[in-house]
Every structure is written in structure tokens, then in C-alpha cells.
């Protein structure tokens, strides 16, 4: 299993333009994640999804799309990107059941975002 | 809102030290607590948890009990290794049943 993985690892965009992060998991987990990691701050979540054509929105979703079209596959698009918007992307994925008590969530190794 | 607060950093020691950092945390019902690590250039990855309250959580010689007279959630390590250097994330997961996550505390451990 290759776990969660992610491309790009590093991207320079310049202010306006427009970009999709790509996110795959390999585990058949039905809940997948993206946050956003600022220096000095926590990660805080963006958007998620509980499985395929279901999205909602997390702490800090503006600015940015997703699409769960497959179990597999959650993109993050990012349209008119800002100086704002420089962080580090983390996608997760997790197996939740009902009442399956806590799940682990599996990270990728992030891509690492700056808007100029 | 529920929140997480741990120990800001970086915290620097020797090797074989004892290592504490400490994770409060506000919440309402009982949540469930973590510890994740983040090794340089990678993602986050689940160290221990602990569901409910007097649970001790471990893992790699790591320890963290669930006090919830205290709100606390301290992680310890008696002899931290050079390769324990990384980043340790505190985070809780409540009525929301979604990860609040700390800001973080690097760790550097000398040879």
C-alpha cells in the first residue's frame, strides 16, 4: 500500500492564478480530509468528504473547491490564488464506521504551497 | 468552541533526557485525545491515543494519560533518542467528531 499520496510537493503560483493539489488513497477509506498548515499554528481543516459525491465544508473553506468523484481520488482546487493561501497542504484519509469508536487518520507528506 | 493548547517550542535536549510536553485542553462531553508526530518532510502520523478519562496511552517508549480533572493530556518520554526529533501535534476529537489539532511542538534531541 502506498498510503495517502499527494502531488505536487512544492508549487510557486503567482497571485491569481489557479491550481489543483491532487490526493489518492490506496486504503478504501470512505472519509477523506484536507487542512492547511500555517507557521507556528496547528492544522486546521478545509474541506472533507464521508465518501464518493459527498463534500462539506471544514473551519476554513474559502477559497477553495473539492470533488469526490471517486473513493480514491480528492482533489483541492484552489481558484485566484492569494499571498494568503502560502501554507502547507495536508491531505488525510480514515476508515469510520458507525459507532467504530476513534479512527486513525493517515496523513501524506504534504505539499508545500507559496503564492507570490 | 473546543480547543487545543500545548507547550510552544522548540524544546532542545540532550540525548537520554526526560522529555515532557504539555497538551491542555477545553471541551465539552468527553473527547478523545492524541498525540501525532511529524517527522522532517513527512505527514502527520498517530503516536498514541486515549478515549476516555485515566486511559494511558503509549507507544515507542512514549506515554500520556487521559486526566480529565486537570484537562490535560502531558506526553513523556524517559530517554529521548536523536531520532525522536520531530514535530508532536496534541489534538482532541469531540461532539464535533472532527480533529482540533494544537500548534505544535518541535522537538530537537542532541547527540
Known amino acids: 500500500n502506498a498510503g495517502v499520496t499527494q502531488t505536487p510537493k512544492f508549487r510557486i503560483l503567482k497571485i491569481g492564478q489557479s491550481m489543483t493539489l491532487q490526493c489518492t488513497q490506496d486504503?478504501?477509506?470512505?472519509?477523506m480530509y484536507w487542512y492547511r498548515q500555517d507557521p507556528g499554528m496547528g492544522l486546521k481543516l478545509i474541506y472533507y468528504?464521508?465518501?464518493?459525491?459527498?463534500?462539506d465544508k471544514g473551519e476554513v473553506p474559502n477559497g477553495y473547491n473539492v470533488s469526490r468523484s471517486t473513493t480514491e481520488d480528492f482533489p483541492l482546487r484552489l481558484e485566484l490564488a492569494a499571498p494568503s493561501q502560502t501554507s502547507v497542504y495536508f491531505c488525510?484519509?480514515?476508515?469510520?464506521?458507525?459507532?467504530?469508536?476513534?479512527?486513525?487518520?493517515?496523513f501524506g507528506p504534504g505539499t508545500r504551497l507559496t503564492v507570490t | 468552541g473546543d480547543s487545543v493548547t500545548q507547550m510552544e517550542g522548540p524544546v532542545t535536549l540532550s540525548e537520554e533526557a526526560f522529555l515532557t510536553i504539555n497538551c491542555t485542553y477545553t471541551?465539552?462531553?468527553?473527547?478523545?485525545l492524541f498525540w501525532y508526530v511529524q517527522y522532517p518532510g513527512e505527514g502527520l502520523q498517530l503516536l498514541l491515543k486515549?478515549?476516555?478519562?485515566?486511559d494511558k496511552g503509549s507507544n515507542k517508549g512514549f506515554e500520556a494519560t487521559y486526566r480529565k480533572e486537570t484537562t490535560s493530556f502531558h506526553l513523556e518520554k524517559g530517554s529521548v533518542q536523536v531520532s525522536d526529533s520531530a514535530v508532536y501535534f496534541c489534538?482532541?476529537?469531540?461532539?464535533?467528531?472532527?480533529?482540533?489539532f494544537g500548534t505544535g511542538t518541535l522537538l530537537a534531541v542532541q547527540p
Open positions: 468528504s464521508v465518501g464518493a459525491g459527498i463534500t
Open positions: 488525510a484519509s480514515s476508515l469510520t464506521l458507525p459507532r467504530s469508536g476513534d479512527y486513525e487518520q493517515y
Open positions: 486504503m478504501n477509506h470512505n472519509y
Open positions: 471541551a465539552t462531553g468527553y473527547p478523545s
Open positions: 489534538a482532541l476529537r469531540g461532539a464535533t467528531n472532527k480533529l482540533i
Open positions: 486515549a478515549t476516555k478519562a485515566d
